[in-house]
């Protein structure tokens, strides 16, 4: 049977509120009972309700023995938005094991949800935020003397 990776827990502080950064702390699982998973590369992908903070979005696990746990914490911020109160993160696998003495890679994902609470702001606050931000991103960098 092929390996899987699940997420078998995820916490954070429930009391977030859009522009707040937090933790989210996963528990990563090997559900085999067998066979031993090297070379894992978790990707996160936060969408536009979240974003990533302080680290890539990559993280690198040398292997998880069967049933074996693994537990794994990411910064997050959660942006303001103008309708949602929670955001998905997708998070990708790539992973390999012996099947029958030949290397297998597998890929797998998970999505979890993360509620949070929007600040009293309008939408067109909120555009104007977006627009704001997005010229910063533009700024062209000043040119050496």
Known sequence: MTPNIIVSQYEYDRNITAGQEFELKMVLYNTSKQNTIENIVMSAEAGEALSIEDSSNTTYIERMKPQESVTKVVR???????????????LNFKYEYLKQEERTQVTS??????????????????????????QMRRLPSPSPM
């Open 76 to 90: 997050l911020k959660a942006l303001p938005q103008e309708q949602a109160d929670k955001a998905k993160l997708e």
């Open 109 to 134: 994902t998970e999505k979890l949800s993360v509620r949070y609470a929007q600040p009293d702001v309008s939408a067109s606050e909120i555009s104007r935020r977006k627009r704001r931000s997005a």
